[in-house]
């Protein structure tokens, strides 16, 4: 019994170094054939390929230079996480529409991607978002200071960042009748949020199918947390002339336009709520409890008014 229980142990470590070499050297073949795809736009390299036996598949040390930039991107891991090793085996079938349907949670990971303030990548990205929302009072101090319509490289500079630093996870879920939506986003040294979602329908198992579905939001919950960036707003509006009282009412005026730009007029259920998280609470909880689940692509029908009624929308400062 004991030799056969050591047997058994051997076999299965050696299965496992089988089945991870392959992993590997299939997941890499598919990076350098993407690196070689790519080589026309952009220089790409990576430092290597990572797997556990619980299911976390990573590309590791990745630098990308876009061809016209002299910045590199950097990213210290990028992959994906499902329930076993096992799962990620099988993920390709899944991927080539092959498989019944998706593991029973699957996950899309992003730890550490860099981008320097003064990156010349960012000063163009920055410049089309500004061309894309069609110019308008973006020099204001208050907008300006308050990242009213996304913070230029002089703004995060000016509240005291040399380099974004940010980092995502998206895992979705599908059951039966939902599909679960969580996700986090940290910022470091700026803000995290998590984000839950539940939709009505078995989305991803449809697109296996080849069966088209309209996602319906049925609940949703978000937490916003600061982690320094209000009291850095508060210096660096002061350092462009705002009063604390001026500076208050930027916060509060760019989070409104927020609200417009999403398709949404907040109402004071809204408002109070942020207000307080401006005079010193910590986390922001955002909160949609529609009656029925409700079509994402129909919200825009509504009157901006309507929305926060329609969505249930509530918001809480802790």
């Known amino acids: 019994m004991k030799n056969l229980l050591i047997g058994a142990i051997v076999l299965g470590g050696l299965g496992y170094g089988g089945a991870k070499l392959y992993l590997h050297h299939e997941v890499s073949g598919a990076m350098d054939q993407a690196v070689l795809m790519a080589s026309p736009f952009a220089k790409i390299e990576y430092e290597g390929v990572s797997s556990t036996l619980s299911g976390e598949l990573m590309?590791?040390?990745l630098k990308v230079l876009v061809q016209g930039y002299s910045d590199e991107i950097h990213i210290d891991r990028i992959g994906i996480d499902t329930p076993s090793f096992l799962s990620l085996l099988e993920i390709s079938d899944f991927a080539s529409m092959q498989s019944e349907g998706m593991p029973e949670y699957f996950g899309f990971i992003v730890?550490?991607?860099?981008?320097?303030?003064?990156?010349?990548?960012?000063q163009d990205i920055y410049a089309l978002a500004q061309q894309a929302r069609g110019g308008g009072t973006a020099d204001d101090p208050a907008a300006q200071c308050t990242g009213r319509y996304g913070f230029s490289p002089q703004a995060l500079s000016g509240l005291g960042y040399e380099d974004q630093v940010v980092s995502l996870s998206l895992f979705m879920r599908d059951?039966?009748?939902?599909?679960?939506?969580?996700?986090?986003?940290?910022?470091?040294?700026?803000?995290?949020?998590?984000?839950?979602?539940?939709?009505?329908?078995?989305l991803l198992s449809g697109i296996a199918m080849r069966t088209p579905h309209v996602p319906r939001l049925g609940d949703m919950r978000i937490a916003y947390t600061d982690r320094s960036l209000n009291e850095r707003v508060a210096d660096y509006c002061a350092q462009l002339g705002l009063s604390p009282l001026e500076t208050m009412q930027a916060q509060i005026d760019?989070?409104?336009?927020?609200?417009?730009?999403?398709?949404?007029?907040?109402?004071?259920y809204m408002l109070d709520p942020y207000k307080e998280f401006l005079n010193g609470k910590s986390t922001l909880l955002v909160t949609a409890r529609p009656n029925e689940p409700i079509a994402l692509s129909q919200i825009d029908l509504y009157k901006p008014s309507d929305v926060p009624a329609l969505l249930n929308l509530a918001a809480a400062a802790r």
């Open 254 to 268: 760019t989070f409104k336009y927020v609200g417009t730009a999403n398709g949404i007029e907040f109402d004071e």
């Open 111 to 122: 730890e550490g991607l860099r981008v320097p303030v003064d990156a010349d990548y960012y």
């Open 175 to 202: 059951e039966p009748k939902h599909l679960l939506l969580d996700m986090t986003l940290n910022l470091q040294d700026m803000w995290d949020l998590e984000a839950n979602l539940s939709l009505d329908g078995n």
């Open 59 to 61: 590309v590791d040390g």
